[in-house]
């Protein structure tokens, strides 16, 4: 504890060093990063939990000389013998922030070990600036008390492959995290990345940091959102050239077949999360050839797919997900694709001259014809579509649909529009016993929708009804819209949105759900999904506003709209 000797500002500095060591020595990663992203969960949020691990905190104090820095680390049950390294980032920082010289600032770090709740090697993060007494930095120290600047969370990647780097960038801006900062530390060899926390995060850290072993520079540049040689000075010093980062680009064809082939072969199936199988042994089970089967594996770790050991390979929490009996298994969508859409993909230069989907123009059909033709593929479609619904997980929790549940008088019914296999409609009925529901879909899914909806607790609650657009049912509470207007373009969304204003009371509400574009160049899923409903479908992502346009069109107004996982959300109309 501090002595009665200590200034304010020394106890201040070592109230804070006490008060995160606390914090790291309690937190599990899993909980930790949903707290830090909150729209994460279920199988994202494993997949990102599996890939890196809480590792540290960090705290910035201002000790006015070595000895007393030692002491503080001491008084908080921490190891005064830690070693100093110069801090490159943090000091660059403080230079910027308070349009000071380097040559002022004489930032160290150090990392205090300690141990996680399950004995996990852990550490305090701290960075020293001396400030002796009277020093024309106390403002500079009595500022950044107040601001916490440098407080952040750390995650150290556990693979730091830049295939799986840059995914874990992605996720982290999926979820709103932004850029804010970064630097290579040539005194340790690692390259770290910082983001401002989402709004709407859980914990009093707004700053995160994820740290990679190894110079990432190419990775740091495109995460700072600097392209050139003149903007990127680090490219100067043996930063790959944009050749190399072309043909990273190239390569994700390659991606997208191993993924598909270890699905294929059901590779997750033949092996274990915590126990390693060999090559051989693996070939045996999956009837593969050895030598190939290892050059697979080989990259499938590159990617975190699969751990590779001593003892051979085992799966990781991104690669039980395609285990086709795994809660929330995406081996189906890993099979279309790899499968059906791959093949589309490689007429997109046809599509972007024409505006012809290039499905249809290698199938000579649009996709929903060629797959009702096709009853093991259209089979494939609809599992897949009920592989990614857990990403709408927080949705049956919408006001809409808690007030709907909760109202007096007769039960209240939701109408699921072309809700496939019912996968979203159960998730929906399950959790509000006091609704009902009715399924609008093609007969050739009905069968399945009712199998699907019988196993659940919502089956005697629900109805099905055969038909297409057209044939929505009147006199519903709550329609729901998922994932279907993005299949077409703006004439035929109107037609489908005229449908569902015909059908639904003054009272009742619609739901759409969507992954919205964004209105800057920021990295967004919806940017992908956009190419890719150009190419296989005819249809589009849209902005928010937009959805706005198309609804006011049809008589309907958009009242709001709330986040979902992965670039989705709800959006809520009424009628006008």
């Known amino acids: ?128 600036l001396t400030v002796p007494p009277g020093s024309g930095l106390s403002p500079i120290a009595a500022d950044e008390r107040r601001r916490e600047h440098e407080a952040h969370l750390a995650f150290d990647v556990v693979r730091p492959d830049p295939l799986v780097l840059r995914g874990l960038l992605a996720s982290f801006a999926w979820q709103g995290a932004t850029a804010d900062g970064g630097g290579y530390n040539l005194h340790e060899d690692g390259t770290v990345f910082y983001f401002t926390a989402p709004a709407d995060t859980k914990t009093a850290y707004r700053r995160v940091e994820l740290y990679a072993s190894g110079d990432h520079r190419d990775v740091l540049a495109e995460h700072l959102g600097r392209h050139d040689g003149a903007a990127n000075p680090a490219r100067q010093q043996g930063e790959p050239q944009p050749a190399e980062t072309l043909l990273r680009l190239l390569t994700g064809a390659w991606t997208t077949q191993a993924l598909a082939a270890c699905a294929q072969l059901r590779l997750p199936e033949a092996m274990d999360r915590h126990t390693a199988t060999g090559t051989a042994e693996l070939a045996r089970t999956v009837g593969a050839h050895p030598e190939s089967l290892a050059t697979l594996l080989r990259y499938l770790a590159m990617l975190g797919v699969v751990r590779d050991g001593p003892d051979g390979f085992r799966l990781t929490g991104v690669g ?22 791959y093949q589309s993909f490689a007429h997109l230069a046809h599509t972007v001259r024409s505006g012809q989907p290039g499905f249809e123009h290698l199938y000579g059909e649009n996709h929903f014809d060629h ?41 209240r019914t939701v109408v699921d529009i072309a809700g496939g296999t019912g996968e979203l409609l159960a998730r929906i009925l399950t959790a509000h016993p006091a609704l009902r529901g009715i399924l609008l879909e093609r007969p050739q899914v009905i069968a399945a929708a009712r199998t699907r909806l019988a196993a659940t607790p919502a089956g005697g609650r629900c109805g099905f009804r055969a038909g297409d657009f057209a044939d929505v049912p009147p006199g519903g509470d709550v329609y729901v819209l998922s994932r279907v207007l993005h299949d077409w373009d703006d004439d035929r969304c ?24 964004p209105t800057d160049a920021g990295a967004s899923l919806a940017t992908a999904w956009d190419l890719h409903m150009m190419c296989n479908t005819g249809g589009r992502e849209r902005t928010a506003g937009h959805y706005a346009r198309l609804l006011d069109d049809c008589g309907l107004t958009l009242v709001g709209h709330t986040p979902l996982a992965l670039g989705a959300h709800t959006l809520h109309a009424r009628r006008t």
């Open 494 to 517: 109107r037609s489908i949105l005229r449908h569902c204003a015909d059908a639904m009371p003054g009272h009742a509400d619609l739901l759409i759900v969507e992954r919205l574009l």
């Open 371 to 411: 797959f009702a033709r096709d009853p093991e593929l259209a089979a494939l479609f609809d599992q897949s579509m009920a592989s990614s619904a857990p990403i709408f997980t927080p949705l049956p929790a919408h006001p809409v649909l808690t007030a709907a549940a909760t109202a007096p008088g007769r039960p």
């Open 320 to 341: 039980a997900l395609l285990d086709a009996q795994a809660p929330g298994s995406m081996r189906p969508l890993a099979l279309m694709y790899g499968g059906p859409f």
């Open 1 to 128: 504890m501090p002595t009665a000797t200590m200034t304010a500002a020394a106890v201040d500095d070592a109230g804070r060093l006490s008060a995160t060591a606390a914090f790291v020595r309690e937190q599990d990663t899993c909980d930790l990063l949903s707290r830090v992203l909150p729209g994460l969960g279920g199988p994202e949020l494993r997949a990102l939990a599996d890939q890196c691990r809480f590792a540290h905190a960090a705290v910035l104090v201002f000790p006015p000389d070595e000895d007393a820095l030692r002491s503080e680390l001491a008084a908080c049950g921490l190891p005064a013998d830690a070693p100093a390294r110069p801090s490159v980032v943090v000091r660059e920082r403080l230079a910027a922030r308070h349009r000071r010289d380097l040559a002022d600032l004489d930032v160290r770090i150090l990392r205090p070990e300690v141990r996680g709740p399950a004995g996990e090697h852990r550490a305090v993060e701290v960075f020293a």
